[in-house]
């Protein structure tokens, strides 16, 4: 099975699917998709993500979109290594990280979102990157106040290998230093972040190394 | 196994929650927590839900938050009737569905994002039903267009019985409808909701049958 992943080298959607794939060891060719330039509303990317967004992975039996979707069908297609513990309570655990970012931080921050706020209530940049930090902040605070509960002794999230929990935090780490998050201030999240970076899996996943990316890395 | 449901009459993913436990035939007791009143906030109700949300779902063993992650832990606990289908790409499609809604919409029309862009940009009320209203309006649009090219011949979205789509849908467009969207103008989902809006564990869940609704229910 050949797979293609349309996505953009900053899309934190994106950075979780090449995460999943690469702790999965399944090979994918990239397209990239211009957001800056608008790529993402063309007619011919309509016909791959009717919403207009990215991620999507292709096969050679169609499409699949929408992030926290494709990650299950990844874990239920190459079970191993599993990105959910197998304890039923400790999966609803793993899945509620995901979807603090996936639902409470990331939809809140994302471009569209921001896009809105600018060009309805006349926010300069400041004021979009103050939007931004609001809810990173505020869903970042409930995922540290989860880390420090259950604590489970690194160096991942959910203890000794990577989750579905890390996939999320990672991208979602990079978004909050953009704009201008004080990602230290998380000490539980910063330190399970830096023990991912340096996993093989997300380090050929990071925005800056993907083909896309501009060589500065802005 | 005893299970307490933390809710709100008409959140929605409180509204998910007893739709999902409803078809799974599981009894569950109810604690409204009053979100008008702000007890969300109270440090009872954060000690059961650490981000001071609803809903949270507590047993002999512990508490469970974010719905997506709790609708996953359901349907691994009691797997019959099942709200996905077997086939991998059609589960994937299915969670897409809940997806689109679960982080598209949902969260970015919800009760503290109005909150802000209210105390924030000075908006009205109806500034703000209009900010609801868009991200709504793009949402359902996408849906409408998924669920016309899928079109499995009803009467649910996924065919012949309720799955997790439905589950999204229908709380969906409920806060459509209060927020003044013409749900008429998407018609495969409309179709969609009207038939599961007549199924017992749906009735059974609607907000104006919970202990905490108003009278009027309004």
Redesign the interface.
């Known amino acids: 099975m050949s797979l293609t992943l349309y996505g953009y080298w900053r899309s934190s959607a994106s950075y979780r699917l090449r995460i999943a794939l690469n702790l999965k060891s399944v090979a994918y060719d990239q397209k990239p998709v211009d957001l800056k330039e608008g790529e993402q509303r063309r007619p011919e990317h309509r016909d791959i993500h ?2 207009g967004f990215v991620p999507a992975l292709a096969d050679d ?2 499409v ?7 990650l ?2 990844i874990e ?2 190459w079970p191993e290594p599993a990105l959910l513990p197998s304890d ?2 400790e ?6 990280y ?3 970012v ?3 931080i ?3 921050q994302n471009l569209s ?1 921001l896009q ?2 600018k060009s ?2 006349g ?1 300069d940049a400041e004021g979009v990157q103050a ?1 931004a930090r ?1 809810w990173i902040t505020r869903g970042l605070t ?1 995922l540290e ?2 880390a420090q ?1 259950d604590d489970r002794g690194g160096p991942y999230l959910w203890g000794a290998s990577p989750t579905l929990a890390d996939i999320y935090l990672v991208p979602q780490l990079y978004n909050a230093r953009r704009f201008g998050v004080d990602v230290e201030a998380f000490p539980a999240l910063s330190k399970a972040d830096e023990a991912a970076r340096a996993h093989p899996a997300f380090v050929t996943a990071a925005p800056e190394s993907q083909p896309d990316a501009p060589e500065d890395g802005h």
């Not at 699949?64 to 494709?70: G, K, N, R, V, Y």
């Not at 999966?91 to 509620?96: D, G, L, P, T, Y």
């Open positions: 009717p919403q039996q169609g699949l979109i929408q992030s926290p979707a494709i299950e069908w239920e297609t039923l309570r999966r609803a655990r793993v899945r509620a995901a979807a603090v996936g639902c409470d990331h939809p809140i979102v809105h706020v309805e209530y926010q939007w609001h409930a106040a989860m509960a």
